[in-house]
């Protein structure tokens, strides 16, 4: 499985994002899927997760909404009221298994990541 996350970027704080992570080489829709993010300087911090039976979310949750488009094989993260303590490198990632998690050694792929800087 390769996941390939894009839709990073330099935004000013207000602003809105929507990061997108195609899955190849195998259909993820049953498997929970999830986006961390890693600041500079800091350990990986989960964001979100989505699963066939709701989402979950760690402190975004109101600005931040993870959805799928299971036809695309697509995971997508809509950010909005981006703050500066949102900049991180933002990584997709895929759970072979069933049950979403918040601990990222519990996912067994991961797409290399898209920058996403917010101004003040």
């Known amino acids: 499985v390769q996941l390939q996350a894009s839709g990073g970027g330099l935004v000013q704080a207000g602003a809105s994002l929507r990061l997108s992570c195609v899955a190849s080489?195998?259909?993820?829709?049953?498997?929970?899927m999830a986006w961390f993010r890693q600041a500079p300087g800091k350990g990986r911090e989960f964001v979100a997760a989505?699963?066939?039976?709701?989402s979950l979310y760690d402190g975004v949750k109101g600005r931040f909404t993870i959805s799928r488009d299971n036809a695309k094989n697509t995971l997508y993260l809509q950010m909005n009221t981006l703050r500066p303590e949102d900049t991180a490198f933002y990584y997709c990632?895929?759970?072979?298994?069933?049950?979403?998690?918040?601990?990222?050694?519990?996912?067994?792929?991961w797409g290399k990541g898209t920058q996403v800087t917010v101004s003040s």
């Open positions: 990632a895929a759970r072979n298994r069933d049950g979403a998690t918040m601990e990222a050694s519990e996912y067994d792929y």
């Open positions: 080489g195998r259909t993820m829709s049953r498997f929970p």
């Open positions: 989505i699963w066939n039976s709701g």
